[in-house]
């Protein structure tokens, strides 16, 4: 069973639409939880670490569920420029250098 | 500005040829990584550096070796390459865990893209 299991997608949505990743993980030891984005063939950049009591970054909402062990990611008001694959990120308490990634999501907003 | 460094961004083997892939960081950071990444796979970690002078294998490390230079170098060699080897390969660094409990942000080079024929 993969660590970190993310819906490939893609997610076509207008511009101006609301989106939601989920990703779920596997092992009840995570600890640290990110999300990454990559833009086509290029290297993935942090887009924002995700804290238990949720948190926000703009039009950008992260949330924690330890109980069902997900993770989510709420996009408002989507720009064109936010096209691109995001990547759920976890590690565990056991070894905080051994980061697990999912395959990522793929969205494309569409004018 | 320069971050993390990978050099070459492009190279094509013929099956059992060897290379070296390097990687360097101006940034101080303790922990280096290799990454794959292939279609539909996600990056999955090669090997990994914690810090100057220690290595451990991550989920792929098969058919692979990894050299911790010093602090800022940190090199993928494959000995015999395989066209299972076809990939993108990351290279990574981060602050690393120390006694804090997270490694922190992961910053990557711009990758490597390597054929195997």
């Known amino acids: 069973r993969k660590e970190v299991e993310q819906d490939p997608g893609p997610f076509n949505v207008p511009e101006g639409a609301t989106v939601a990743f989920n990703c779920t993980y596997s092992?009840?030891?995570?600890?640290?939880f990110f999300w990454y984005r990559q833009d086509c063939r290029k290297e993935p950049k942090l887009l924002m670490s995700?804290?238990?009591s949720g948190n926000e970054d703009g039009r950008f909402t992260a949330q924690l569920n330890r109980a069902s062990q997900y993770i989510s990611l709420l996009i408002r008001d989507s720009k064109l420029s936010d096209s691109a694959t995001y990547l759920c990120?976890?590690?565990?308490?056991?070894?905080?250098?051994?980061?697990?990634f999912g395959s990522g999501t793929k969205l494309n907003v569409k004018p | 500005n320069a971050g993390v460094t990978q050099t070459p961004k492009f190279q094509v083997l013929k099956t059992g040829q060897s290379m070296t892939l390097q990687c360097a960081q101006d940034?101080?950071?303790?922990?280096m990584y290799w990454y794959r990444q292939d279609p539909g796979m996600g990056l999955r970690l090669i090997y990994y550096?914690?810090?100057?002078?220690?290595?451990d294998k991550g989920e792929v490390p098969n058919g692979y070796n990894v050299s911790r230079l010093n602090k800022r170098e940190f090199s993928l060699r494959l000995e015999s390459a395989a066209p299972s080897q076809t990939s993108v390969y990351f290279c990574?660094?981060?602050?690393?865990?120390?006694?804090?409990?997270?490694?922190?942000?992961?910053?990557f080079g711009e990758g490597s893209r390597l054929t195997v024929l």
């Open positions: 092992n009840s030891a995570s600890q640290s």
């Open positions: 990574a660094s981060s602050e690393g865990a120390g006694i804090v409990g997270n490694a922190g942000e992961l910053f």
């Open positions: 995700v804290y238990s």
């Open positions: 940034m101080n950071h303790n922990s």
């Open positions: 550096s914690a810090s100057e002078g220690t290595t």
């Open positions: 990120v976890v590690n565990t308490r056991y070894n905080f250098n051994k980061f697990y």
